[in-house]
């Protein structure tokens, strides 16, 4: 007599095959297409758009470049060794 679990990796498989086929489509069956009776959703337009702060990016564009200028100019420590 042959034992429950003896299946071959065959039969496993398709039944794992099976069982894909089936969820899916059972999902996309309930994705069906809109019928008209509810209409499809928009994005909100907005009512006025936000102004960037210029002068608050400027100033921190300014700050970097400083920082960026100043540890640059730094001397090294170890210039003789080059």
């Not at 059972?26 to 337009?45: C, K, L, R």
């Not at 470049?65 to 003789?80: E, W, Y």
Request: aromatic share 6%; proline share 11%.
């Amino acid at each position: 007599m042959k034992n429950f679990l003896d299946v071959s990796g065959a039969a496993i498989g398709r039944a794992a095959g099976l069982v894909t086929v089936l969820f899916w489509s059972g999902v996309a069956w309930a994705q069906q297409q809109n019928t008209g009776e509810i209409p499809p959703p928009s994005p909100p337009t907005p009512s006025k758009p936000d102004d960037p702060p210029a002068v608050l990016s400027f100033l921190l564009m300014l700050l970097l470049a400083a920082g960026v200028i100043l540890v640059n100019a730094l001397a090294t420590k170890r210039s003789h060794q080059d």
